[in-house]
């Protein structure tokens, strides 16, 4: 059962334009998210993150909203520039029940933004 | 710095075969980890340690042993390899916080692509 979705397997946005990508989670107890980029044949780099007692964090062009009532959040990128495109990854953390010391992050499948020029 | 490196890049394995997968972070973190990522999924937490000498499974551990003699490198080994084994392999670090536990955000390498034949 996965805990943290990624319902859009890809999205294709024109250059300056908004692109707007969507994750899921289950589990309440998630309290920090986190947004991963990832390029072909390099590992994950971290983009952007929020804690669950806020809405909303900016980071120049990118803005991660969170709606803990839905259990849903978003990354906003304003505008779309070419170099974006990548896979991007949503991701959950708590403390896991069994090693307060250890911070277990739980990944989506991932969403292909390709921004076409 | 190199940040977090594996090696090797690419491997090809026959079933029953067995490899080490090596990472190694010159950035003096504390805490590493080994995940997987297969097709439509996410990345999924194999093993990680929160300090040289120890290590732990994650979620998905079966079939992977793992060790940490030097607080710089964390190996992933494989005894007897299964065609299921094949995927991408990342191996992530990251600090400890002012709380005493580990940052969510985590460094990822390049990834190691093996293959079960």
């Known amino acids: 059962d996965q805990q943290v979705k990624q319902n859009s397997p890809s999205l294709s946005v024109q250059e300056g334009r908004i692109s707007i990508l969507n994750c899921d989670y289950t589990?309440?107890?998630?309290?920090?998210f986190l947004w991963y980029k990832k390029y072909p044949a390099e590992g994950p780099t971290f983009l952007i993150s929020?804690?669950?007692?806020?809405d909303k964090n900016e980071d120049g062009r990118f803005t991660v909203f969170l709606n803990k009532s839905a259990k849903h959040l978003s990354l906003h990128i304003v505008p779309s520039q070419p170099g974006d495109s990548a896979v991007y990854f949503c991701a959950a953390s708590l403390t896991h029940y069994l090693d307060t010391g250890r911070r277990a992050l739980t990944f989506g499948s991932g969403t292909r933004l390709q921004v076409q020029p | 710095n190199a940040g977090v490196t594996q090696t090797p890049k690419f491997r090809v394995l026959k079933t029953g075969q067995s490899m080490t997968l090596l990472c190694a972070q010159d950035m003096n973190h504390e805490y590493m980890y080994w995940y997987r990522q297969d097709p439509g999924m996410g990345l999924r937490l194999i093993h990680y340690?929160?300090?040289?000498?120890?290590?732990a499974k994650g979620e998905v551990p079966d079939g992977y042993n793992v060790s940490r003699l030097k607080k710089q490198n964390f190996l992933l080994g494989l005894e007897s390899a299964a065609p299921s084994q094949t995927s991408v392999y990342f191996c992530?670090?990251?600090?400890?916080?002012?709380?005493?536990?580990?940052?969510?955000?985590?460094?990822f390498g390049p990834g190691t692509r093996l293959t079960v034949l």
């Open positions: 589990n309440s107890m998630f309290d920090y």
């Open positions: 992530a670090s990251t600090d400890e916080g002012t709380s005493g536990r580990a940052l969510d955000t985590q460094y």
């Open positions: 340690s929160v300090g040289e000498g120890t290590t």
């Open positions: 929020i804690s669950s007692i806020k």
